[in-house]
T-cell receptor
Framework: SQQGEEDPQALSIQEGENATMNCSYK?????LQWYRQNSGRGLVHLILIRSNEREKHSGRLRVTLDTSKKSSSLLITASRAADTASYFCATDPVIQGAQKLVFGQGTRLTINP | NAGVMQNPRHLVRRRGQEARLRCSPM?????VYWYRQLPEEGLKFMVYLQKENIIDESGMPKERFSAEFPKEGPSILRIQQVVRGDSAAYFC??????????????FGPGTRLTVL
């Protein structure tokens, strides 16, 4: 079954507005990471939040983690056209010996000028 | 400090040919991961390697796919007798160490394989 699932699948907002993306997962995790991918490019690591953390900030990014609900959210404040990209959450499940990340399908974010 | 490097960036093969994808991890990183991304989808884990060892290949197809990370040189993902369904973007990631959980994985730009 899919571990990380992002919601919504696509989001279109005006420049300057805030964008919120959600991620749900199914199994216990060590940590959760958010990545950005511009069209046709590689992934850029944005932020890692560990299972014992509830909130983390990095510049215009704010990530929350609720392990009781098995969910996370990524908030981008004061969006810019350059924020247009796909955003993926990736979980690190608590499986002995496993080191793989499990990615969701991603949220395609479009910032309209 | 150069990031993760992958080559080639684009690779075109005809059905039945072999594809070799190379990945050089970030300096000092000894853990390498390969992922595959189909169009409009997220990344799917394929294999995790350390120098000269395959640690987890649970995401690798049983046939035609192999991976290695030799003592010297880049990690290689090899696909024999490619089929059209192998067309995808293949990403390599590396991390510094493991600490009971997964450390941050840094991704390369990917190799886009097209099978004609």
């Amino acid at each position: 079954s899919q571990q990380g699932e992002e919601d919504p699948q696509a989001l279109s907002i005006q420049e300057g507005e805030n964008a919120t993306m959600n991620c749900s997962y199914k199994t216990s995790i060590n940590n959760l990471q958010w990545y950005r991918q511009n069209s046709g490019r590689g992934l850029v690591h944005l932020i890692l939040i560990r299972s014992n953390e509830r909130e983390k900030h990095s510049g215009r990014l704010r990530v929350t983690l609720d392990t009781s609900k098995k969910s996370s959210s990524l908030l981008i404040t004061a969006s810019r056209a350059a924020d247009t990209a796909s955003y993926f959450c990736a979980t690190d499940p608590v499986i002995q010996g496993a080191q793989k990340l499990v990615f969701g399908q991603g949220t395609r974010l479009t910032i309209n000028p | 400090n150069a990031g993760v490097m992958q080559n080639p960036r684009h690779l075109v093969r005809r059905r039945g040919q072999e594809a070799r994808l190379r990945c050089s991890p970030m300096k000092g990183h000894s853990h390498v991961y390969w992922y595959r991304q189909l169009p409009e989808e997220g990344l799917k884990f394929m294999v995790y390697l350390q120098k000269e060892n395959i640690i987890d290949e649970s995401g690798m197809p049983k046939e035609r796919f192999s991976a290695e990370f030799p003592k010297e040189g880049p990690s290689i993902l090899r696909i024999q007798q490619v089929v059209r369904g192998d067309s995808a973007a293949y990403f390599c990631a590396s991390s510094l160490r493991t600490s009971g959980g997964t450390d941050t994985q840094y991704f390369g730009p990917g190799t886009r394989l097209t099978v004609l």
